[in-house]
Structure formats: structure tokens, C-alpha cells
């Protein structure tokens, strides 16, 4: 089975402060996603990588930034949390050609 | 920019009944669409994908159908269920050159009452 781990379901933060959010995922898969999911929006890309030490801007990189030392590991790190971060979090993976597998998401909330 | 939109928002049925719901894309130019579902609270399943050349794709009471010059897609679902009950997403992935990003719709979220 696909399995794509998130670090935390929930999370609760306070304006200011540095947040980190892991994903590791066990099936080698190059091309690593972080989404962010709020009502009436859809999903949205914030960063993505297809390597390691690689990484792009998706739609929304602002007031976030990503790291990605090791293939199965992909961080998204939140330098200053602020109360309009306060989100559903996704990381997916997968290869080029094949779908994308999804974690379960954590909810973060900023005070 | 490719922008995907999805209707209706939400949807309640009884059990038993036959459903569609609908996705659409501004750019045509796509190399595959994809649904998922999500449950509440938890992340995304991927059930049906169609690639750019195809028109349908089917597994079990789910059918998707491609219509990639009018910009258009649909889920088909027979004899619904409760179980059925969940949030669905439509994706499409604009091209290689983009490597494997995916663009979402809003999503259509689905009661089905027994």
C-alpha cells in the first residue's frame, strides 16, 4: 500500500511563530506537493519539488518556503504564521507519468 | 490559466439514484483529467483517470467521460449509496512540460441519504 505520512493531523499555533509541517512518503516517488485546502477554493499549490534539493513555486508560495534533503521527506516551513495561514495542509506525491497519492492532511490553526 | 470549475457545489439524493456531476476547463489543452474523492477530513483518493486521448474511463458504478474540445467532464454514478457520501475533486494536469502538477475544481460535496 501507497503511504504518504503527514506529521501532525492538528495543529494549533500562535501568530508569529515558525511552523514546520512533514511529509514523508515510502514509495520512492520523485515529484513531491504541498497544498493548501480552504472552503469554496479547491485545493491550491503552494511548492513543489521533482528532486531532491529541487523545488518550484506553485500558486501561492507567499509567506511559505520548502525543504527537501532527502528523497522521501519534503518540509513545508511557515517562517512567521500568521491567523490567514490558518488551513487544511495536503502533501502528495507521485511520478510523472501516474497519479498523485494524497497524506490525510493537517489542520492548522493560527491564533 | 487553466481554471477548472465544478457544478453543482453540492448535491443531496436519496439512495438508489443515478447521478452526474460536472467539471469543466478553461484550456483544452490538457494531457489527463482525474477525480478524486475526500472524505471529511482526510486527504484525497484518487477513482477514475482519463488520459487526454481517451473518452472514458470506468470502474465498478463509476463511469468519467472526456470531452476535451468543449472542455468537459463528467462522473457518473449508478445506484448511489451512502457510503458514496463525500466531496468530489476534478483535476486536470495542463501538460508534461508542467511535470505533474495538477490543477482542482472547487469540488461537488455529495449526501446521500439512505
Known amino acids: 500500500d501507497v503511504k504518504v505520512t503527514q506529521s501532525s493531523r492538528y495543529l494549533v499555533k500562535r501568530t508569529g511563530e515558525k511552523v514546520f509541517l512533514e511529509c514523508v512518503q515510502d514509495?520512492?516517488?520523485?515529484?513531491m506537493f504541498w497544498y493548501r485546502q480552504d472552503p469554496g477554493l479547491g485545493l491550491r499549490l503552494i511548492y513543489f519539488?521533482?528532486?531532491?534539493?529541487?523545488?518550484e513555486k506553485g500558486d501561492i508560495p507567499e509567506g511559505y518556503s520548502v525543504s527537501r534533503e532527502k528523497k522521501e521527506r519534503f518540509s513545508l516551513i511557515l517562517e512567521s504564521a500568521s491567523t490567514n495561514q490558518t488551513s487544511m495542509y495536503l502533501c502528495?506525491?507521485?511520478?510523472?507519468?501516474?497519479?498523485?497519492?494524497f497524506g490525510p492532511g493537517t489542520r492548522l490553526t493560527v491564533l | 490559466k487553466q481554471e477548472v470549475t465544478q457544478i453543482p457545489a453540492a448535491l443531496s439524493v436519496p439512495e438508489g439514484e443515478n447521478l452526474v456531476l460536472n467539471c469543466s476547463f478553461t484550456?483544452?489543452?490538457?494531457?489527463?483529467l482525474q477525480w478524486f474523492r475526500q472524505d471529511p477530513g482526510k486527504g484525497l483518493t484518487s477513482l477514475l483517470l482519463i488520459q487526454s486521448s481517451q473518452r472514458e474511463q470506468t470502474s465498478g458504478r463509476l463511469n468519467a467521460s472526456l470531452d476535451k474540445s468543449s472542455g468537459r467532464s463528467t462522473l457518473y454514478i449508478a445506484a448511489s449509496q451512502p457510503g458514496d457520501s463525500a466531496t468530489y475533486l476534478c483535476?486536470?494536469?495542463?501538460?508534461?512540460?508542467?511535470?505533474?502538477?495538477?490543477?482542482f475544481g472547487a469540488g461537488t460535496i455529495l449526501r446521500v441519504k439512505s
Open positions: 483535476a486536470v494536469r495542463p501538460g508534461l512540460e508542467y511535470g505533474n502538477k495538477l490543477v
Open positions: 519539488s521533482y528532486d531532491v534539493k529541487m523545488k
Open positions: 484550456d483544452s489543452a490538457i494531457y489527463n
Open positions: 502528495a506525491m507521485g511520478r510523472d507519468t501516474d497519479t498523485q497519492y
Open positions: 514509495m520512492d516517488h520523485e515529484n
